[in-house]
Every structure is written in C-alpha cells, then in structure tokens.
C-alpha cells in the first residue's frame, strides 16, 4: 500500500504544530495521494484540520476513491499515536457544525480555536463568516463549487500534457483570479478584516483558510500587528502550515522529495481517471 511503503522510505520530522485546510475528499479535484505522503512524513504533536477537510457539498456515492478513504485513516492513526487533533469546521462540510465540541479520544470538533504558542494568542477559524457569497447566496456558492472542481480537473489535464512535452505547468484558477479585480480584491479584504479582527482581540496570530490562497505575512494598522497565515489547500497549491520551535513555515508540497520515479504507466492511468472523472461529471449535472 502506498501508506506503508512511503511511511517506511521517508523519515517523519517532529513537529510540534501543522494546519492544514481546504482538502475536499470526496472530490475529483484533491489530491489525496500526496497529502498522504506529506502526513506520513511528519509526526506532529498537534495537528489542526482548519475547515472543508470532507467536502459534503459536492460528495457523490460514486466516487470516494481508496486514498481518500486512507487519508481518514491516517489521522486516526496520528491520533491514536499521540496527535492532538482540532478538525475545524468549514463551509464545506458545515452540516459537522451540528455535533460542535464533540470529542473522541484525541480527536475534537470545534467552529474555531484560540491557542498560547510560547506565550502569544494564535487565532484559528476557517474564514468563510468573511465571505458574503456563503452567507447570503449558498446555492449560488454551491454552483461555483462545482464550477471550480470542473476547472481544476482541466487543469491537471493539460498541466499532464504540457508535462509530456516538458513545458512549465500554470493553474487556470489562478490565472483567472490574477486577472479580475474584483477577485483580488476579494482576498486582499479577507485577510485585512481577519488580521483587523485579530489585532483588536489581541491575538498575535490569525490563521484560516478557505480561500485557497497559501500566505503568510505581516499585518500591521494603527491599533497593533498581527501575522496573518493561510494554509491553502490541497486542491491546487498542496501546502500546509507548520510551527516548530517558536517559527512559522508555509510549506509547498514537492512531490519529487517523497517518490522521485513514477512510472510512465503509472502517470497515464492517473490521467485516463481523471478524464473519465470529468466525463462522469458532466453527465451527472
């Protein structure tokens, strides 16, 4: 099994804190596989699940492939091995709000979360009370759900070609919201009313997700300062975000560094999946 042989080959880094966000299992675009290999990698003392971990929104009977299934299984095995985890509730997978501070073993369910990290507040919440399109118009957030999990599975069908004929991979997603203004704008308000938010509680750290923009930087107006993180996600950016020894790190998963050889075989079947995932798709809407 995939799990067993890469927790074998690659030595797990202790690590006293990660976040991670905006995983959607149960859809066509995560990348399930290569979050397995960055948590096998690790051995984190707390581990922080920050919203839309289980996308309940766009779940389908028909598809919740096996590593999807694995990556469940992993944290009950961090969990069951001494992790402390903290799933927080996204919008995603809101329906989970209904069973709020419910805890199993080492395992708990909150809507957000204030810790001391070497005697300074860090505040985590997933970020979509900022967002006015979830608040006001679900239905209309639901379709663009669908929308971007469409988009992102072209994505990594040309991405794979453009790999083929050895050319730089680029992410339409991301293309499209670098070139409308309104988008951007969108995320430049997020992260100020979060890290404003923040500083007027005193809270040193803000850390959310949902945007799925990985960040991480200084916040500063004329009540205080704060650090404002994002851990992203792991639909496009595959990043996560750890705090080891009084320091932060946004780390940008490197698929090279857990399985360096993958076999053209290999790497063509993950392909003729998605393009029937797409076809699938299309014919179920």
């Not at 799933?87 to 204030?114: A, C, P, W």
């Not at 946004?250 to 993958?262: A, D, G, M, S, T």
Request: with cysteine; charged share 30%; glycine share 6%.
């Amino acid at each position: 099994m995939l799990a067993r042989k890469d927790a074998i080959r690659v030595k797990k880094r202790k690590v006293d804190l990660v976040v991670i966000s905006d995983v959607h299992l149960g859809t066509f675009g995560c990348h399930a596989k290569e979050l397995l290999l960055y948590l096998n990698s690790i051995k984190p003392k707390k581990l922080i699940l920050n919203g839309d971990i289980v996308d309940i929104w766009q779940f389908r009977k028909r598809y919740f492939p096996k590593s999807h299934l694995e990556v469940i299984k992993k944290i009950i095995d961090l969990s069951a091995k001494g992790t402390e985890v903290t799933y927080i509730t996204g919008n995603h997978d809101d329906l989970l709000r209904k069973f709020t501070d419910v805890e199993m073993g080492r395992i708990s369910l909150v809507d957000k979360l204030v810790l001391e990290l070497d005697g300074k507040k860090a505040w985590f919440f997933h970020g979509d009370v900022f967002d006015a399109s979830i608040q006001n118009a679900r239905w209309l957030a639901k379709l663009g759900g669908w929308g971007y999990d469409i988009l992102i599975l072209i994505n990594r069908f040309v991405n794979w070609c453009l790999t083929r004929m050895h050319r730089e991979k680029f992410s339409l997603s991301k293309k499209i919201k670098n070139g409308v203004k309104k988008a951007v704008k969108h995320i430049q308000d997020f992260e100020q009313v979060a890290s404003d938010l923040a500083i007027e509680n005193e809270y040193k750290y803000v850390v959310c997700g949902h945007i799925h923009q990985p960040q991480m930087v200084r916040k500063v107006n004329k009540f205080g300062t704060c650090l404002y993180l994002n851990s992203g996600d792991w639909v496009e950016n595959l990043t996560s975000l750890e705090y080891h020894k009084g320091r932060w790190d946004l780390k940008h998963f490197n698929k090279e560094e857990y399985e360096p050889e993958v076999s053209e075989e290999q790497d063509f079947k993950e392909m003729q999946n998605l393009v029937a995932a797409i076809t699938i798709t299309s014919k179920n809407r």
